[in-house]
């Protein structure tokens, strides 16, 4: 009686989505309980399920519970949480060099072609560090230090730079070109400080979580995709390497910053010849350390075959002291006394941000090349823009880092020197890359409007359909309208590879024609045009002072949006499927890019199902809404082959095939999912057409009426029924719990499941399966 009642234990374990929900909700019952988990993340259970499966259960009053146990793993606090959390979209270029990793194309058998795909990755996200810090570095030594407390008339309109102005402190102490940049220095050096401080506490938190330990089995075979690999979601020997790295880049580039012009007025006829033998000697002691960052990212990538115990703790440690030691020495021999050495137009910043912005747009083409090849090796029709959605990506992320570095550095400049005549302002190509931006707007304005118009007969052609369909009963032209509109809505979604495709072309033509601008004339477009017809000028000036403010309000707005969206479920639910993804994959290619709370959640899937099943030898419903069918998919892959053939796949409003098969087809792909389905004991997936996120797996063959169910009915009733006395909602993302077809789906797996289930094992040793399993 008692075997038999165990192996009659049923569990479906809920994984939320976007925007989170509550142990209640997610329930349908206000008394739960925490069973095992902190308050970042736990699972939870009603009050009275709690020890459902004690085998005293059906001796109380009411008997053994009827269907499932429901549990739900509440994960929302790993992507939300007070308002100083939105600062992370600050670094948001980082975050989307770091997706561009992921979307490389499937290609089996060309692994030296997928090495050099990361690591071109990885190049372009340190040149993304650099030009973070260098921004940093114009905005506190050139602008501030050198050029306003340089200036007088702009150093008395500032106060606070009176002790560093030459005019207003009567040549005091620091008022002295060399130590106005050593105190500047502590401007950007502080923001590499602080962001190496973010990466290492949330590398502790995430990355070091160590996931279920398990060797392949003996006929275990290498799957289409890497995220049924022992390592994937162990992050934390390669995370900490690259923060080492990125780290000493970013103080080298402070240090190379105050070296430069102290090292220039050294090399003049007749200058002090032990300063500039010290000023040579620094220079090369950086580079030399430079060198070695950069080798160090160009190291060997993750070790995902096994769980990398390794640290390198030697590494980690002295690169980054190394080149603090490097920037106080530099900071030292600039602090220096030198009689007659004045401040005088710009630091040489024009060069560096040139360097930065050919070197990045290098890097993209050379990336777009591999992932070409890759695409060819086995060609993918669904794959986003044709395999070339890494590239595209990282070339937005470069575009952003730039509009950020340039926006910012604008605006300072305009506040402290409101007059324009004081100052000389940024470097040139800064503002040709503000200049940019009016017109990048334009272009994305125009490739909108044929999407919206195709949306617009799409959903005249929807109004006439559900007018037909629904013949007979009381007209409601509202309610027609609004379900066709938001038909027509839910669709362009599969049009977002055109707008991505469009702005990373017109980004990297705009891009390079800024360049070229910017060294051609060396001065800011308005500048350069003064000789040119009056149209000219005046579209050139214009685009400059429009594309300088658009870039600050935008960066303005942005925070303030992102501030909002974390203390707003409304609001960040709106976002939350593009910071979902975002922060879903592992930091494989920048450490400094918002934390992957999937690093956490995944171990904590995986453990709950194979101790579970392990304890009770039960049946297992993984049921997972929108994001949470991501994580349940990555966590059904971690567990060992014979426990995956013993749980079953329920996913709803799912974005695997829609999003992450066409974004990052080598591990969501086709044959990714397909394996999937192969592999778990039984798996549907319920979708709406009114769905904006959600929709078919597509699996090829037979496999797909397998998995999908037809679309589900968004409205259930057009008008009033007699099961509908009131106007039935129109659902689209949520509440597919609600509809019959969710507990229909629930049982047949459940019923599909008893087929092949397994009595409990004993529980010492490693969670294990059993091979057997149901057919799908």
Sequence with gaps: MERAQERAAALELLVHGVGGATPAKMLGD??????????????????????????????????????????????????????????????LPFMIVNLAHWMRPAAPGRTRAVRLHGLLVRLVGLTLTVLLVAAACEVALDLAAWQCAGTGPCARRHAWLGFLSPALSGDGWWSRPGRRLALAALVPTALTALLWYLSHRTWSAYESQRPLDRSPEPDEETGPTSLDRPGFWYGRRLVARLCAAHTAAGLLTVAAAVLLPAARFDHRPGGPAALETL?????????????????????????????????????????????????GLTLLYTGWSRPGWDSAGRLPGDTVFAGLALTQGLLVVALGGVAHLLHRTAPDPRA??????????????????GVISGGVAGRVADWLDDTGAAVDGPPALLAWQMSAVPALLLVLSASAVRPALRSVRFARAERSRIESEHRGEPEDPARTRRIARILATATLTDRAPLAVGVLSAATLLLGAGALAGAQATHRPPGEAAQRAPDVVRAAAETSQALGSWLAGLGLLVFVTWGRRAYKDVSARRTIGILWDVGTFWPRAAHPFAPPCYAERAVPDLTWRMATWTRRTGGRLVLSGHSQGSVLAAAAAWQLPPAARARIALLTYGSPLERLYGRWFPAHF?????AALHREVACWRNLYRLTDPIG??????????????????????????????????????????QADPAFAEERALLLARLSLGVPGPRPTHGEPQGNSGRSSA
Excluded at 669 to 673: S, Y
Aim: with cysteine.
């Design 279 to 327: 000023g040579r000697s620094l220079a090369v002691a950086l580079l030399a350390w430079a060198v070695a960052s950069i080798a160090v990212v160009c190291g060997r990538g993750r070790s995902e075959n096994r769980l990398d115990q390794e640290l390198d703790e030697h590494l980690v440690r002295r690169l980054p002291l190394g080149a603090l030691l490097l920037l």
């Design 669 to 673: 792909g086709p044959d990714a999912l």
């Design 695 to 736: 929709g078919p797996i597509r699996l090829p063959g037979d496999c797909g009426p397998a998995v999908d169910r037809a679309p589900l009915e968004d409205p259930l009733a057009y008008g009033r029924t007699a099961e509908h006395p009131l106007p039935a909602p129109l659902l689209g993302h949520s509440d597919y």
């Design 384 to 401: 986003a823009l044709r395999g070339l959605g890494g590239p595209a990506v990282a070339l937005l992320a470069c575009a952003l880092g």
């Design 30 to 91: 206000p008394r739960t309980v925490r069973i095992t988990g902190d308050d970042t993340a736990a699972v939870f259970r009603r009050a009275e399920d709690v020890d459902a499966e004690d085998p005293g259960a059906a001796e109380r009053p009411g008997g053994p519970r009827q269907g499932p146990v429901p549990e739900a793993y509440v994960w929302c606090n790993l992507t939300s949480g007070n308002g100083t959390r939105a600062l992370w979209l600050l670094l």
